[in-house]
Structures are given as C-alpha cells and as structure tokens.
Nanobody, 117 residues
Framework: QVQLVESGGGLVQPGGSLRLSCAASGRIPVIRIMGWYRQAPGKQRELVARITNSGLTTYADSVKGRFTISRDNAKTTVYLQMNSLRPEDTAVYYC???????????WGQGTQVTVSS
C-alpha cells in the first residue's frame, strides 16, 4: 500500500503564491508517475501537472508558465509551486501516484487552495 500526505494549501490573494508538498511512503512502485490534480466545486477532477521517473513533466494549459512541478532527490516527494494565482485556481488539490507497470493509482486526502481577495 502507498500513502500520500499533502500539505501547503491555504488562502491566498490573487497574484500570490503557494507551494504544495506531497510525501509518498509505503510500498512505492519503482516506476511511477507522480502528479497533482484538482477539483473545483461542481467540476470534474482535472490534471494540473505530473512528472515521470525520468523527469518528464506535463502541465494543464491553464497553469503553464505559472505552476512548476518538482521532486526531491529520492523521488518520493513532489512539490507544486503555484505563482500568479487566480480565483479560478480555487479547488481541492490532490496528490496522485500512478504505478507505471500496472496502472494502479493512489490518491492523497486533498488540500484546499482558495484564491480570493
């Protein structure tokens, strides 16, 4: 089993920044993709950004140039640096880990990000 623990959400004014962290523990798959999804009220969960074992990154068009995904050297913690935040970025952000071998996915509990003046 894999556990994902997120931190770093909160309330920020438009134009501000936040940094989310997600630490993975347990039986972490050797080959994996880690990333962030978000879900706003009344909307479907959507991909924000993800990073593969080799370091390839993918971003949603809506966050390109504003958000950056990164990880630690052990590749068990991922970060999401969010700059120039907008009210439409308000959502619950979920950490995701996908086993690249069998496709199994694991989710964190979610952390609320609210962008409001």
């Amino acid at each position: 089993q894999v556990q994902l623990v997120e931190s770093g959400g909160g309330l920020v004014q438009p134009g501000g920044s936040l940094r989310l962290s997600c630490a993975a523990s347990g039986r972490i798959p050797v080959i994996r993709i880690m990333g962030w999804y978000r879900q706003a009220p009344g909307k479907q969960r959507e991909l924000v950004a993800r990073i593969t074992n080799s370091g390839l990154t993918t971003y949603a068009d809506s966050v390109k140039g504003r958000f950056t995904i990164s990880r630690d050297n052990a590749k068990t913690t991922v970060y999401l640096q969010m700059n120039s935040l907008r009210p439409e970025d308000t959502a619950v952000y979920y950490c995701n880990l996908q086993n690249s071998y069998d496709g199994r996915e694991y989710w964190g509990q979610g952390t609320q990000v609210t962008v409001s003046s």
